[in-house]
């Protein structure tokens, strides 16, 4: 709520730069401005992946950086969307649940096909979140042992409780790419 | 469990993994509408006043405003049981008590209008809490409900709906008994089930009357009524549910904020959005009733239950719409796990100025055992039993019965379920373990362990009716009709796995419709557990109606009787004659056949779940962890093996077990505020925690289904917290009845038991 204040108190702010940055392979260029087409100085990167670019693959729950729902990758980084502007995104790669499948023949990041062979999801709201903390752990540690995966998942909110499938998804996913 | 079935059973991915797993799945916010304005609530900060006046013209002079809606504009329409709630009102009952409606073209110009709009408040007293709702001469939530006492019974369960128990003679029971425990116990700390996604709506008027709701509802068909009734009848409503984030019970209905938003969209014209934010969610959404008893009970040495007599007092907030079916549910539900020849169980549904109770995964029955089975742990301790005995010995076997929630009494036609709680405690290691009341399984310096068991039962399986459609294509395809939006159990998914089962046709082979009142027929709502007895069997019989249909046309081009059919991938022959056969072609390009299917409650069947926890104690820090939990339940025939574990391993989220451990809702009880409406304040479950988890599941076949299976979804959770408070209990030395048990209050309570034994 208080970044919407905010968001409110800014919509006099003049378009006077621009930010670029690059989601799932494609270049973006916006004015930094309070017209529906530009970036405002307090839209957060999950309002702008949602509202401005359609891609609602990535949920916001608390929407106060406290659930991992809106989890996104960042040069090569998770980070909680909701809790980045998105005019410090400036020439920063982006990948968001929509750009883990293959570009070319489009076929499912093996840790996507973990998550559907382990049934690793009831409502599926906080899978998207889970699968791009997973991915970017997955980068930086892919032999883990099950309580690293419990420990880098910590802060991702499930209440389905899929968590038990959710590690062993993951802890299959890892063991495959050997 | 050998069986012949092609899909029954065996592992499947959900019809939505792909979606799921690749952000595909659309949920309320991610639906895209051209023209959309976008609803907000100003709410009241007061927890009781009277709206003096509203001053809207500033709010209305904002651009981007097309609508503010005050009490004057609400045409009257009330929710509640009764329907005595205005849905905008010049009373407000709790802090968050809808003011005013905004609809704006961007939710911002909506929020910023909000700001403008200018109310005088007269600020009365308030009750919150239901000690002092019930004190004589306290200020009344309602005018109409003198004392603060909602009206008992709800006008769905029927005229006999049950509001109290009372069976056999109470006394007679007490002078049989050999022990006689009696006492005050509560589960008041207002857990939230607390599902990812927030409740909102989207509505659109269609013309002079119709309008159409996009939700995040659990259950689609019902809103269709339930809002009809909410707006007076004024309005045909068409329901859609889409894929919905996590509801535990809590989303069956929306209709605080899809009456919004058809308010809204009446007034502006134009398809108007309301969203929750996780603010509103967690403080202005329903929360889970508060429940306290005062009883007493009578035992016999065997363990043998002789009498039970009290009063169940249900904290129902500002307003009930469900806390009567939740009191008629629960007391069915008691009586199943406590089969008893005596009772007179009474019940009092308070209102307060506390934001209002809803359904919740548990349904009255859980929040009733969790105040119960501890008053039950002290005559046990008295005759020095032990519980997991006396639980299995009082659950409901066959030839025993209950009343259930139209007040009848249902003689008991399931299976005993001794045996699976059985196996459930020799894989935990009870008799091992157990070292008697109020004695810790093991001590090792500052850490002690001790063990609990809980049990649940619920006769809401084959609750309510259901209908579907089945239409069967020439290609070889069939399409089921039913209004059931998947809400994360993947039950969807095992409606067309049980439907390809009967069709002989590979569930790729099956499309479903949207969750869409105008094109399926009646369903009440995947609630409870009764996806797998209730809804399916109306697939399942619509299933079978089509084939019958098809059967009857393949027939006469085969020269038989339709009896004498069977059909396989697309393909109709004659039993023990495969050559005589046609295709499903034989229908014609220009035909398909529909068939209908539906469910009439059934009350004679319930299914059972016993938990197992084993916890440890930190003497130093106060800390309750949980070590191990086994789950023993008997479902007649696993289903969907996957599915069936996730619903299981739900046994700690959405307030299950945590609510005894750290899960609570805090109200300040003396301004009315929700305290922690966020989620870094409220406390849930991470990875980093988790329990070891085991499931022992048998399969003694149910005659009554199809494939001879019971739903146990909903009850994974509701054995769990009084067994942890039974568990905490025996590792500290001394009774720990207050949810949840928190570091300060095991270290008071070991405070306690150290005083006593130095003296």
Known sequence: MAANRARRASRKTPGTSRVGFTVNGQYFQFSVGTEPHEIAPTDTLSWTLRETLG??????????????????????????????????????????IEGLKDPKTGALDPLQQSFIDHTAFQCGYCTPGMIMTAKAFLNENPHPTQEEVKEALSGNFCRCISHYQVVKAVMSAAEKEE | MGNNYRYVGKQMRRRDAAEIVTGAAQYLDDLKFQNLLHGKVLRSPYAHALVKKIDKSKAEALPGVKAVLTWEDNPNWRGGTPRNLPILDKKVRYVGDAVALVAATTADIAEEALDLIEVQYEVLPAVLDMDSALKPGAPLVHDEFAGNIIPAGTPFFGPNCLTGLAVGDVAKGFAEADVVAEGTFGYENIPNALPPESVGAVAIWEEPGKVTVWSTTQAPYMDKTVLSHVCNRQVEVRSIGNHVGGSFGTKLMCWQVQTYAILLSGATGRPVKVVFSKEEHMAAFTLRIGSRIHAKVGMKKDGTLTSIQGTWYVDSGYYSFMTQAQVAVGLGEIMIMAQCPNWDLKNVVVATNRNASGSTRGFGGQELKCAFIPLLCLAMEKAGLDPFEVLKKNFVKPGGGYLWRDGDWYQYRGIDYSKAMDKGAERFGWKEKWKGWLTPTSVNGTKRTGIGVGVHGNADIGEDAAEA???????????????????????????????????????????????????????????????????????????????????????????????????????????????????????????????????????????????????????????????????????????????????????????????????????????GHILNANLIDYKWRTFAELPVIEHVVLETPIPTHRFHAVGVGEIATSP???AVLMAVSNAVGCWLHDYPVTPQKVLNALRNTNALSNK
């Open chain 1, 55 to 96: 891609l609602t693959g990535t949920k916001v729950s608390c929407d106060q950086g406290a659930c991992g729902c809106c989890t996104v990758i960042m040069d090569g980084r998770a980070v909680l969307s909701c809790k980045v502007l998105t005019v410090e995104c400036d020439g920063k790669t982006i990948t968001t």
């Open chain 2, 469 to 671: 459609y089945v239409q069967l294509s020439p290609d070889g395809t069939a399409t089921i009709f039913l209004c059931v939006a998947e809400h994360g159990t993947g039950q969807k998914s095992n409606y067309a796995r049980m439907a390809a089962e009967v069709l002989q046709i590979a569930p790729e082979r099956i499309s479903m419709s949207p969750a869409d009142s105008l094109v399926t027929p009646f369903e009440f709502g995947p609630v409870g557990s009764r996806g797998t007895y209730a809804i399916a069997s109306a697939v399942i019989n619509a299933a079978e109606n089509a084939k019958n249909k098809l059967f009857e046309f393949a027939a006469a081009k085969l020269n038989t009787d339709p009896q004498n059919l069977e059909t396989s991938d697309g393909v109709v022959f004659v039993k023990g004659f495969p050559e005589k056969k046609v295709s499903w072609k034989v229908l014609g390009n220009d035909r398909t056949v529909l068939g209908f299917g539906r469910f009439d409650p059934d009350h004679t069947l319930c299914n059972c779940m016993m938990s197992f926890v084993e916890g440890e104690v930190d003497t130093e820090t106060g800390k309750v962890t949980l070590l191990r939990v086994l789950l023993a339940t008997d479902v007649g025939q696993i289903i969907d093996p996957q599915g069936l574990e996730g619903q299981l391993n739900g046994c700690l989220g959405s307030a299950g077990i945590d609510s005894a451990i750290f899960e609570e809702t805090i109200l300040n009880r003396s301004s």
């Open chain 2, 720 to 722: 769990g917290p009084s």
